[in-house]
């Protein structure tokens, strides 16, 4: 079972707020990403990682923001939130010799 | 159009038959496969992982990937009731990995 970590689990929160979320892996892995899942969508990319101080936006455009300053650590942040930023946010790492991703349990947002 | 097509079901099997997942992609580029399993409210867990062509067999999963046909199976034998969940495929080229996502099969194994 892959260590990837995402907190909170599930966060309701009003529009306008800035949040964060959590994501850590103790594997070591250089690469890390940040995914937006909504029900009965494929996996959306709205940030990477390949190792310290490197962030890249993703596929999907997205207000929010990433930092790198840890190999562990690869937290997502929204400056002020919006109901439209309601949905499953999902980060995952991998090792920049392998293809496969490990996913974290996923961070369900809900701004009211 | 696009790039990974997967039916989204929801596929309903009797428990013990056999589950038959496929997607179908355009971008002949792809060369690693994976298949990922997602349990409600969970995040998707890795299952299978194939390079190019051929077929990979784990326990009571088989991946098959057929790149002429642009088309990728997953089967599980003698299904369970906790074979229930949601089945993504996955895919990407001989790059940095950025992978290209199905939308998922919801699958229903009945007992």
């Known amino acids: 079972e892959a260590d990837i970590y995402q907190t909170p689990r599930y966060l309701v929160i009003g529009t306008g707020k800035k949040i964060t979320l959590e994501c850590s892996q103790t594997m070591g892995h250089d690469k890390m990403y940040w995914y937006q899942q909504d029900p009965g969508m494929e996996l959306h990319l709205i940030h990477y990682?390949?190792?310290?101080?490197?962030?890249e936006k993703g596929d999907l455009s997205s207000e929010s923001t990433v930092s790198r300053i840890r190999t562990e650590h690869f937290p997502l942040t929204l400056e002020s939130a919006r109901p439209s930023h309601t949905s499953q946010y999902l980060c995952a790492s991998s090792d920049l010799a392998q293809r496969e991703q490990y996913f974290g349990p996923g961070t369900r947002l809900t701004v009211t | 159009q696009k790039e990974v097509e997967q039916d989204p079901g929801p596929l309903s099997v009797p428990e013990g038959a056999i589950v038959s997942l496929n997607c179908t992609y355009s971008?002949?580029?792809?060369?690693?496969f994976m298949w990922y399993r997602q349990y409600s409210r969970k995040g998707p867990e890795l299952l299978m992982y194939?390079?190019?062509?051929g077929n990979k067999e784990d326990g009571r999963f088989t991946a098959q990937v057929d790149k002429s046909s642009k088309y990728i199976s997953l089967f599980i034998r003698d299904s369970q009731p906790s074979d229930s969940a949601t089945y993504l495929c996955?895919?990407?080229?001989?790059?940095?990995?950025?992978?290209?996502f199905g939308a998922g099969t919801q699958v229903v194994v009945t007992p």
């Open positions: 971008n002949s580029a792809f060369q690693y």
């Open positions: 194939t390079y190019s062509s």
């Open positions: 996955a895919m990407t080229t001989d790059s940095w990995g950025k992978f290209q």
């Open positions: 990682s390949y190792g310290v101080n490197s962030t």
